[in-house]
């Protein structure tokens, strides 16, 4: 692994987990948002991410030199994809009073807890200082090779 590949990688994970924390700002944003541009309950977002693959399209040698000769070491993470939650169940809140209350008074307010996004906050948080740590740790080592004689 090159010094500038561990730069790429610990770029891309910044990258990823500043991403995350976006999404998570918005999920707490919009803890109370009944209604939408569709007219429809905000949603929960979630943040999928997967190694980010090798562009490159070539031969089954070149691959698999390039797997054997990284002993299994990775080019980064990606951010995958960004989905809605639809396996955590919207809360239902008996509030007759309110716009968007069903004909039985019950509002349908979205899937955010705010204790999961704060927790999943903390930990994007401590993964984007994780990623900044190595990275410094990388640009330390560089500098102290460039002061090799």
């Known amino acids: 692994m090159s010094m500038f590949s561990s ?37 929960r977002k979630v943040v999928t991410f997967s190694e ?16 054997s000769s990284s002993y299994g070491i990775g080019k980064g993470v990606k951010v995958s994809n ?7 169940e919207m809360k ?22 705010i204790v999961t996004e704060m927790t999943n906050l903390i930990d994007a948080s401590r993964a984007y200082e994780a990623n900044a740590t190595a990275f410094n740790a990388s640009k330390s080592i560089a500098l102290k090779g460039l002061e090799i004689r």
């Open 82 to 88: 960004i989905s809605e939650d639809h396996t955590t």
């Open 92 to 113: 239902m809140v008996y509030d007759p009073a309110h716009p968007d209350a069903d004909e039985n008074g019950y509002v349908t307010y979205p899937n955010v807890n």
């Open 7 to 43: 730069f790429d990688v610990n770029a891309s994970g910044m990258t990823a987990q500043r991403l995350r924390m976006d999404v998570i700002s918005e999920n707490v944003a919009n803890a109370n948002t009944t209604r939408t541009n569709d007219g429809t309950p905000y949603r």
């Open 52 to 67: 980010k693959a090798d562009t490159g399209i070539g031969s089954f040698s070149r691959v698999l030199g390039n797997v």
